[in-house]
């Protein structure tokens, strides 16, 4: 990573040149969000364990700066989104990040399971709906993807309402056999 210009508006850190600097800049939002501190909150009042629009914001312009935007979200931009859904125990964005959320986790799941997935300007913004292009792709959905979802969902404190109903369609339509344990992945009664 370069040094900072002057008149930078980011450190070089927040601005991805790839998948792997995408997922490290949004590592620095989840601490930001953690703590209330860093580079993320600065010039303003943010409290540790809030998510506001401010950090949402902050995602969507890693997520969709130009040099990964024609990428696929890649696992480890997904884990770690998820981590910030997980530290996040105030939210002020509107659910802007819960749709944020499902929308990175679905453009990786089908990608992952060897799908087309439209840029990340286009599958990620909030005028996109998620319908208009995942569920298509929900009968090629890899199961080992499903699992990989409902693991990371399995006993966090947020349950992410979007992100749960994306998945009872993937396994609905794909993975069948699971759709028994999805009382106990998703903590909900059936």
Known sequence: MS?????????????????????????????????????????????????????????????????????????????????????????TDGGRFDDLLAKAVAHYAANASGLPVPPRSVALSPDTDIESWAPSYAAKVNSEMLEWIAGQMRGKRHNNRRLMAMVATFLGATALPLAGQLPNVFDIGM
């Open 3 to 91: 040094a900072v210009a002057p008149n930078s508006v980011e450190p070089p850190s927040l601005e991805p040149s790839c998948r792997d600097t995408a997922a490290h800049a949004l590592t620095i939002v989840r601490d930001g969000v953690i703590t209330g501190e860093g580079p993320t909150t600065k010039g303003r009042v943010h409290f540790s364990r809030s998510l506001d629009a401010d950090d949402t914001a902050w995602c969507t312009r890693i997520l969709t700066a130009a040099a990964v935007n024609d990428q696929p979200i890649s696992r480890a931009e997904a884990e770690v989104l998820f981590e910030i859904n997980e530290a996040a125990t105030e939210r």
